[in-house]
């Protein structure tokens, strides 16, 4: 590591029954500046193809030995953020140039529709590939969505589930969406296919309108009211362009992405081709 005032990553101490954790920042060698952080994990610029995801605390890699089988399961594909495997301080992966498509959507005071809609259906098509190689992403959200050169996406930070082909996890990296993108479970904490697709559907609201499902709620003690919300079937009644498509990720009447790709495409169909 290059800053011995850098090296701890981890002071704890204890009030009552909450626990304090101090992260301070760090470089391991190679990485000339922090460019973002995410949960446990910083993203430390390596070049300008690649960068080192490492976690906050020197040491703690579970999580990120997790996400390289993960992506290693996966493979390359256009739609997905791609390896270039494991070092002894974190995981070498593919520079996204344009950062998170949260950020740039936020940023940008006028965005195409058609380019919104190419967004929607490759955000389908990353989904619909990952449920192919059973991977289950777990928290899919416009900050896990990055942008590359061309301002194409790909889908980003696995620390989800691999299931077996009965279903049996194999590998879980305990990753879960955030409320605005969490369907209720009744059955405990477990995560599938529908799981991901009604997550989906709160991305592709964002991607369309601009905004998160109720932007009126945005903050942690908004959290009960939006799972009392979703839970009795109230979801945002905005209308868009992709109203139908967003209401059946949420009401689970979508048994695949793939399902998710055909009636995005036909919306274009009836615009213009999308790419």
């Known amino acids: 590591m290059q800053d011995d005032s ?153 620390q989800g589930m691999l299931k077996s082909l009965s279903n049996e996890t194999l590998l879980d990296g305990l990753s879960r969406e955030c409320s605005k993108s969490y369907l209720p479970r009744d059955n405990g904490d477990f995560a599938c296919v529908k799981t991901d697709i009604f997550a989906l559907g709160s991305a592709i609201y964002f991607i369309i309108t601009g905004h998160e499902v109720f932007p009126e709620l945005d903050s942690l003690e908004d959290d009960e009211e939006i799972s009392s919300r979703f839970r009795n079937g109230l979801f945002p009644t905005e209308s868009h362009a992709c109203s139908t498509i967003t209401e059946k990720c949420w009401t689970q009447q979508y048994l695949s992405a793939d399902d998710i790709v055909h009636d995005l495409s036909l919306i274009g169909a009836v615009r213009g081709p999308i790419e």
């Open 6 to 158: 850098a090296m701890i990553a981890g002071e704890q101490n204890t009030l009552s029954h909450i626990e304090i954790i101090e992260v301070r920042r760090y470089h391991p060698p190679g990485v000339s500046e922090i460019i973002g952080r995410g949960g446990e994990s910083f993203i430390g610029l390596i070049d300008d193809s690649t960068v080192l995801k490492y976690p906050c605390i020197p040491g703690n890699l579970e999580g990120i030995h997790i996400e390289a089988k993960l992506l290693e399961v996966l493979g390359s594909h256009p739609r997905i953020i791609a390896s270039r495997g494991l070092t002894e301080h974190g995981l070498i992966l593919q520079r996204a140039s344009n950062g998170s498509l949260s950020d740039y959507i936020i940023s940008q005071s006028v965005i195409p529709f058609d380019r919104r809609l190419l967004w929607c259906k490759q955000a389908a098509e990353a989904v619909s590939y990952i449920h192919r190689k059973h991977v289950i992403h777990c928290d899919i959200n416009l900050r896990n969505f990055l942008l590359d050169k061309n301002l194409d996406l790909q889908l980003a930070d696995f």
